[in-house]
């Protein structure tokens, strides 16, 4: 969505290059950053190969030279995938050092702005932003390292090794470990649909029950982003991506109905 990838073959080995525009080269040195200590401690995660300079993102052009993940992306519908993505999921939470706080108040500032364009265009959108903020920003929250996007298809299966890997970082970060339960938990289609995922993460995540207890917040908190992200690609016409405005709208009015169906916040 926010990024242009080829296919890359060379010498028998193969790459995938990413390139961004300048405002998502912070985002893409993140991402890189996050793929390469993760694959250090043993996931397969497309880690970046460095410059003759050792830089992770060639900084002419943006781009990021990434390792070719094999195997099949995921959609989640099984029992197995949604084990799958749980584990690793967990797993790399497990691995980013959670601690509790700081405050959630402080994470996904840029995200939900009030103040960014196309925002205020929408009324139900800057008070929803409004309700979450209020709803998750005291609560005492585990912070780990964050995919951020953890869709099914990040996540690659080899079935000849049995391995799953989780690609596409660029944009992780540190924050409430419960964002990415959610975000996976939305991609999946909602609780309804993710019972296999839930169970899993519950089994070996690094979060208590007590505070899982919390994933409808984080939920609604996900879907103002996902409102707030496409309100943003609206008014600047934005496709990248393969995005048509259509597609811009249906993701808006997506996020709208996914809230509703969540309740209001408590």
């Known amino acids: 969505m926010n990024s242009e990838t080829w296919l890359v073959e060379h010498r028998g080995l193969t790459y995938v ?5 300048s405002d998502g080269v912070a985002d893409l040195i993140a991402g890189a950053e996050a793929a390469t200590a993760l ?7 497309g880690r970046p190969v460095p410059t003759r300079d050792g830089s992770l993102v060639e900084p002419t052009t943006n781009l990021a030279l990434l390792e ?4 099949r992306e995921l959609d989640g519908d099984s029992e197995d995938e949604q084990r799958w993505i749980a584990e690793i999921l967990a797993g790399v939470h497990a691995a ?3 601690v509790v706080g700081p405050s959630a108040r402080t994470f996904g500032v840029d995200w939900l702005s009030l103040a960014a364009p196309g925002v205020s265009d929408h009324s139900w959108l800057v008070s929803a932003i409004e309700a979450v903020r209020s709803e998750t920003d005291e609560l005492a929250a585990t912070w780990s390292l964050l995919h951020t996007d953890p869709w099914p298809g990040a996540f690659i299966h080899d079935d000849r090794t049995g391995t799953t890997g989780l690609i596409d970082w660029a944009g992780a970060r540190r924050g ?3 964002y990415d339960v959610a975000s996976a938990v939305m991609y999946l289609g909602g609780r309804q649909h993710a019972p296999h995922f839930l169970s899993t993460y519950a089994a070996v995540g690094p979060l208590s029950a007590d505070e ?3 994933l409808d917040a984080f939920s609604r908190f996900r879907e103002a982003v996902q ?3 496409f309100a943003q690609r ?3 016409d934005d496709r990248t991506g393969g995005v048509d405005a259509a597609e811009n709208e249906k993701g808006l009015d997506d996020a709208r109905r996914r809230l509703r169906a969540l309740g209001p916040a408590a």
């Open 39 to 45: 694959a250090a401690a043993g996931f397969v995660t």
């Open 176 to 178: 409430p470990v419960l």
């Open 212 to 214: 899982l207890d919390h």
């Open 68 to 71: 070719h993940v094999p195997g």
């Open 227 to 229: 409102g707030a992200y």
């Open 17 to 21: 290059a990413k390139s961004v525009a």
């Open 96 to 98: 980013g050092a959670p």
């Open 234 to 236: 609206l008014p600047a």
